[in-house]
């Protein structure tokens, strides 16, 4: 196999094991809050909010030393150390106890941090200035294929159920447990590229991540990583990426674990409430797709580089934002295990709830393909480090996010996500333009990235 047909085929296993591990984790995300109000009249007490409030929190600051172990370990050992620990958090919902569900929130917060960061080397390493476009929008694609899977059969097996029993409960979680382990198992089928670089290594090293070295060296590689951490992070371009990193994350936390915990409490939707919460991942799901699909493998045909995909992203996510503020109650987010019987503006419609969920997956899809594209073309020689912040960011405001979530009202988080989007939006305008410029002096053509 050629290099380029390796390092397309590296691609292709990367966004299959993500799509793999995340069909379980982001369908237990969805579900997680229905799930637990059905176990807090037992001896559980936990938040659904609150776990992921802390995974995001603890995801955050572990992003500080995410690149330094991933430079010691290698990129794909810690994939796949990673995706061992998803698969523990899901398991716990198969026999749930508040001890082992806040300790498990604690534990994937940490491995979050090293498996984005690895993919974010992993996917770089395999790009060029040429594909990466291309690229990011193949993972991504791959990736968001997640959502389809985990909900279409949360959407059949709960379809008129307004009730979630153990033996659901079980059924569901043991199967995801299964899923993100294959995912996991999966990454060992990445191979290593001859002029593969260790995260804060200089232009000259041109040694194998995770070829065997002195203790001595592994440690100096992962002071210049945590190094290029903190240097990146004040770069004028990082700085204003992260107003749109940040806005990405407010959007994550909206429609992996808000939305759909919205939509399972309108009691007007009757029996299919709780089925609806899997359709609604389904139409997020197809909408994160397609948007892959046309801005990333696409992305050659444009000549226009990244700011109309971006514009078309804020646009779609503020029809979407608008139409949610008048289909769905607003205490649909803090609604008790009893649901709300409270109307909007107009009254709940299942037809437009699904359309939003479609516009918001395809809105998100447009901000992050470009997002890992942008990355990856400013930040080439040190990936590692540059989407460690990328994910620090994100993760963090995630946290902020799911912790206001316990206590606001739908209409102030919509307004959130407005103003910091239309901020975000901005701010990447302003990196692009620079990167164009860049390109130019040197006779590139735009259209490429």
Avoid at 20 to 30: D, E, L, R, Y
Avoid at 108 to 135: F, K, M, P, Y
Wanted: net charge neutral; aromatic share 14%; hydrophobic share 50%.
């Amino acid at each position: 196999m050629s290099s380029e047909g390796k390092k397309l085929f590296n691609i292709i296993i990367l966004g299959v094991s993500f799509m793999f591990i995340f069909t379980a984790f982001q369908s237990c995300g969805n579900i997680a809050q229905t799930v637990i109000t059905n176990l807090n009249s037992t001896d559980f007490h936990g938040s659904g909010y609150t776990s992921m409030s802390i995974i995001y929190g603890v995801l955050s600051a572990s992003n500080l030393i995410s690149p330094s172990l991933v430079a010691i370990v290698g990129p794909q050992l810690s994939m796949v150390v990673s995706g061992v620990f998803y698969s523990l958090y899901i398991a716990v919902f198969i026999q749930p106890a508040t001890w082992a569900f806040y300790t498990a929130s604690v534990l994937i917060g940490i491995a979050a941090a090293v498996l984005w960061t690895a993919q974010g080397n992993c996917l770089t390493e395999n790009s060029d200035e040429n594909t990466i476009g291309r690229n990011s929008g193949i993972f991504w694609a791959l990736l968001q294929f997640s959502l389809i899977f985990g909900n279409m059969y949360i959407y059949f097996a709960w379809q008129g159920k307004t009730h979630i029993s153990e033996s659901d409960r079980r059924t569901v979680f043991i199967a995801l447990t299964v899923i993100s382990l294959v995912g996991t198992v999966l990454f060992f089928l990445i191979r290593k590229q001859e002029d593969t670089k260790a995260p804060g290594d200089d232009d000259s090293t041109n040694e194998i991540l995770g070829e065997s070295s002195s203790a001595r060296n592994k440690m100096m590689r992962a002071v210049a990583a945590f190094k290029k951490s903190i240097t990146l992070s004040f770069t004028k371009e990082m700085l204003l990426l992260s107003v749109t990193t940040a806005y990405t994350g407010l959007v994550l936390t909206f429609f992996s674990g808000v939305y759909g915990t919205c939509i399972g409490a309108v009691n007007r939707f009757g029996s299919e409430e709780k089925s609806l919460i899997g359709l609604s991942g389904i139409f997020i799901g197809v909408g994160e797709i397609l948007g892959g699909g046309i801005f990333g493998l696409l992305s050659k045909k444009s000549r226009s580089g990244r700011n109309p995909v971006v514009m078309l992203g804020i646009l779609v996510h503020f029809i979407a934002f608008y139409l949610i503020f008048f289909n769905m109650p607003n205490d649909a987010p803090i609604a008790p295990m009893e649901g709300t019987d409270q109307v909007a503006y107009m009254i709940p419609s299942k037809e437009v709830a699904m359309l939003c969920s479609f516009l918001l997956g395809l809105g998100d899809s447009c901000f992050n393909t470009q997002l890992l594209s942008i990355l990856g073309f400013l930040y080439s020689e040190d990936s590692a480090p540059a989407f460690a912040i990328f994910k620090f960011v994100q993760s963090i405001c995630a946290a902020v996010a799911y912790f206001y979530s316990n206590y606001f009202l739908l209409q102030w988080q919509l307004l959130i996500m407005v103003l910091v989007g239309f901020f975000g939006t901005i701010t990447f305008f302003t990196v692009e333009w620079g990167a164009a410029a860049a390109l130019a002096a040197r006779g590139s053509d735009y259209s490429s990235i």
